[in-house]
């Protein structure tokens, strides 16, 4: 497996709350978080918990549903704690969406609205469900998606890491085939792009580094009204890329 990512400020903010996590010492996982709150405390958040889940995966050898979901237990509640000490940092919170592979298996874990996507066989699976109250709308009926994408209440997430004492962290195992393609990104991405922009960008003859900037510099093309961070796991098939 090899990893590619990208990070932006954007067009608009001053500060890059984004933080991402790829691996250092031959760890199998990675991770996306966008935090939220003022003066600093999305950026603390979301390196907080993205520190916090390297650490607990790190410890354990073999990948399990089980041990993601203590990883995002224990990233929520230090990530609470952290706030409940500062004033200023009450409320915080973050995203955060991690996957860790094993030989024939990637778990998943995720709360907020990050997103993680495969591509296999050239088709694209959007692997996470936002947590998000324009997602709650579609899923009703309400809204349609491309009516998701230009609601005024677009950037309101149902569910995060930080803000209160507990949260339920969606897991999921998927099967992993040589050659599969993984993708997270923060919102700054999927808030400009269509996932069919997406796909677009993947299969293309670009290289994998030049596939990561250019899906930021689109984001950016588009408007940039968001930090963008866009990281890319390469299953070996495709390794020689």
Request: hydrophobic share 40%; proline share 3%; glycine share 8%.
């Amino acid at each position: 497996m090899k990893v590619f990512c990208a990070t932006d400020v954007g067009c608009v903010r001053t500060l890059n709350e984004d933080t991402y996590y790829m691996p250092e010492n031959g760890e199998r996982f990675v991770a996306v978080a966008d935090g939220m709150g003022g003066h600093k405390a999305g950026e603390i958040a979301s390196g907080k918990a993205v520190r916090v889940l390297k650490e607990t995966l790190s410890m354990e050898p073999t990948a399990s549903e089980d041990r993601m979901r203590y990883a995002f237990g224990r990233a929520n509640r230090e990530v609470y704690l952290e706030a409940e000490r500062d004033a200023a940092k009450k409320g915080m919170g973050t995203t955060l969406t991690a996957l860790w592979f094993s030989k024939e298996s990637v778990i998943m874990g995720h709360v907020g609205d990050s997103r993680a996507y495969r591509l296999r066989d050239g088709q694209l699976l959007r692997a996470s469900t936002d947590h998000s109250y324009v997602e709650e709308l579609v899923k009703i009926g309400a809204i349609t998606p491309e009516m998701a994408r230009t609601h005024p209440q677009r950037n309101v997430i149902t569910r995060s890491i930080g803000p209160w004492p507990r949260v339920e962290a969606d897991v999921a195992t998927f099967d992993l085939e040589a050659g599969d393609v993984w993708l997270l990104c923060s919102d700054g991405l999927s808030m400009y792009l269509e996932d069919e922009d997406i796909r677009q960008v993947l299969v293309s003859s670009l290289s994998w580094p030049d596939k990561v900037k250019k899906l930021v510099q689109t984001a950016l093309d588009a408007g940039g009204a968001d930090n963008v961070t866009v990281l890319i796991a390469v299953g070996e098939r495709e390794e020689h890329e």
